[in-house]
């Protein structure tokens, strides 16, 4: 039976390293632009988790939490670490540098689902960094410079996803 196009909800998590900064941000921006969008209806679940599990328990990075009420988003996250049963329940784990691509893609197991790939090839903005890089020891422009990216990485996969060509 043919699927008619964009019918299908499909599930997304984001990873990154310490589950704190970068991917719960990813996660509050992916739904606060999926609203906006009025496209809800295309996403069953939105999570997020580490490659470690370095600070499992805790809530984001208050510079995460500045930076996302700073541009509206709310953002609320328990960290954790990746399990192997997510490769079998998201359909996209979207890595933010190439260090958790590389990470993800061998703990994978062998025939599990999820297709592993770098946010930042969600990009139409050629002079945009595709890599989402670590903001932890830095000042507050990195993880300003995060937002920005996870916006526009967002937006463009939801228009992909609507029209079926994600
Ligand atoms: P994240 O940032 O991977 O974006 O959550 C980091 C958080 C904590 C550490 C490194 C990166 N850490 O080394 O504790």
Not at 48 to 67: E, L, M, N, Y
Not at 70 to 77: C, E, M, T
Not at 99 to 119: H, T, V, W
Not at 145 to 158: E, K, M, V
């Amino acid at each position: 039976m043919t699927k008619e196009l964009g019918s299908d909800k499909i599930s997304v998590a984001f990873c990154c390293l310490g589950n704190i900064c970068r991917s719960p941000m990813a996660e509050a921006v992916m739904r606060n632009a999926a609203g906006d969008m009025k496209l809800t209806h295309l996403i069953s679940e939105i999570d997020s988790f580490g490659t470690s599990g370095f600070h499992a328990g805790d809530g984001p990075d208050r510079r995460t939490i500045q930076t996302c009420l700073s541009n509206g988003v709310p953002v609320n996250h328990v960290s954790r670490q990746v399990r192997l049963s997510d490769f079998d329940k998201f359909d996209y784990i979207f890595a933010m540098d190439r260090e958790n691509l590389e990470d993800l893609k061998y703990m994978q197991p062998r025939g599990s689902k999820a297709k592993i790939m770098l946010f930042g090839a969600y990009s139409e903005d050629a002079k945009m960094d595709k890599i989402i890089k670590d903001p932890y020891y830095g000042g507050p422009d990195g993880f300003q410079s995060n937002f920005r990216q996870l916006d526009h990485f967002s937006r463009t996969f939801l228009k992909r996803l609507a029209t079926g060509t994600a």
